[in-house]
Nanobody
Framework: QVQLVESGGGFVQAGGSLRLSCAAS????????LGWFRQAPGKEREFVAG????????FFADSVKGRFTISREYAKNTVWLQMNSLKAEDTAVYYC???????????????WGQGTQVTVSS
């Protein structure tokens, strides 16, 4: 099993920045991709960004391209999501998740963190 713990959420004004972190432990050898998803009230969980664990290759949802970056420190089993130029519509609970494959859908991920709230005021 893989355990994932997110941190770094909070409250920020539009145009501001936040950095989320996700610390992985346990069966990290099974991780192929670490992804970030978000879920706003009344909406479905949606893909935000992903990073391939070994290669570091990244991929993003169109809605965050150019504003968010994802990176990882392999030795510390930690992934960061740097969020810049935040908008009110970025408000959501953000989840870190691990996948044994490469995927942009929630069903492609088998382990999830508890989530961290990001609130952007307009």
């Amino acid at each position: 099993q893989v355990q994932l713990v997110e941190s770094g959420g909070g409250f920020v004004q539009a145009g501001g920045s936040l950095r989320l972190s996700c610390a992985a432990s346990g069966g990290t050898f099974s991780i192929y991709t670490l992804g970030w998803f978000r879920q706003a009230p009344g909406k479905e969980r949606e893909f935000v960004a992903g990073i391939m664990w070994s290669s570091g290759s990244t991929f993003f949802a169109d809605s965050v391209k150019g504003r968010f970056t994802i990176s990882r420190e392999y030795a510390k089993n930690t992934v960061w999501l740097q969020m810049n130029s935040l908008k009110a519509e970025d408000t959501a609970v953000y989840y870190c998740a691990s996948s044994p494959d490469i995927s942009t859908i929630p069903g492609g991920y088998d382990y999830w963190g508890q989530g961290t709230q990001v609130t952007v005021s307009s």
